[in-house]
């Protein structure tokens, strides 16, 4: 399998509890993305790694979460003390160095916090 | 905000109807792409126009883009009930920006 993979694919957790996701991107690519998706609405970045070397966050980061890309190839992310607005999917993309070229998502992984 | 707005939000056509989905944004960009995303899946790459093209072409797939009045158009031919999916545009912006930023999408129903 030559795409991205996330894991897991849904998960569900209590308020307050900590979650980590998991990202595979296409090995050839060096630069991995972390996006949030809300029901009805567009993808919204989150964060992004050029190898492992985070170099952009977005202001929706707040500081419960945290990821990290070690030796540049899988990335995790984590949200801590997670709250019901966390519940989203989060979706993982990745793409070779470069201005012109199109990204790779993953499937994605539901959290639904209850 | 430099995120994109797709329009129509939703769109139900017949199969075998051609579709066409526009795309307005903000700010200058690199390039414009549009994304197909099946309910509750990750988003799949369509087709990416440069800022400096007018018009692109992809199998069934013809994407128009205009600079002048930021905006950029979609049109799927001959569209079959596969096509049922949300899209939205992603602009690469000239900013320094390293990542896309999305549009609302439009879900487009292709019934059989």
């Known amino acids: 399998d030559t795409g991205v993979s996330q894991d897991p694919r849904h998960k569900i957790t209590k308020r307050g509890q900590n979650v980590t996701f998991r990202c595979d991107p296409i090995?050839?690519?060096?630069?991995l993305y972390w996006y949030r998706q809300t029901l009805g609405q567009g993808p919204e970045f989150l964060t992004y790694f050029q190898n492992e070397a985070q170099l952009e966050k977005s202001r929706l980061l707040s500081d419960r979460f945290s990821a990290e890309r070690p030796k540049g190839s899988f990335s995790t992310l984590e949200i801590q003390r997670t709250e019901q607005g966390d519940s989203a999917m989060y979706l993982c993309?990745?793409?070779?160095?470069?201005?012109?070229?199109?990204?790779?998502f993953g499937s994605g992984t539901r959290l639904t916090v209850v | 905000s430099q995120q994109g707005e797709e329009d129509p939000q939703a769109l139900s056509i017949q199969e075998g109807e051609n579709a066409t989905m526009n795309c307005s944004y903000k700010t200058s960009i690199n390039n414009l792409q549009w994304y197909r995303q099946n309910s509750g899946r990750g988003l799949v790459h369509l087709i990416l126009?440069?800022?400096?093209?007018r018009e692109k072409h992809s199998g069934r797939l013809r994407v128009t883009l205009d600079t002048s009045k930021k905006s950029s158009s979609l049109l799927i031919t001959a569209s079959r009930a596969a096509d049922t999916a949300s899209y939205f545009c992603a602009t690469g912006t000239q900013t320094g920006a390293n990542n896309l930023f999305f549009g609302t999408g439009t879900r487009l129903t292709v019934i059989p």
């Open positions: 090995s050839e690519h060096n630069r």
């Open positions: 126009i440069r800022s400096n093209e």
């Open positions: 993309a990745s793409r070779p160095t470069g201005t012109d070229y199109g990204y790779t």
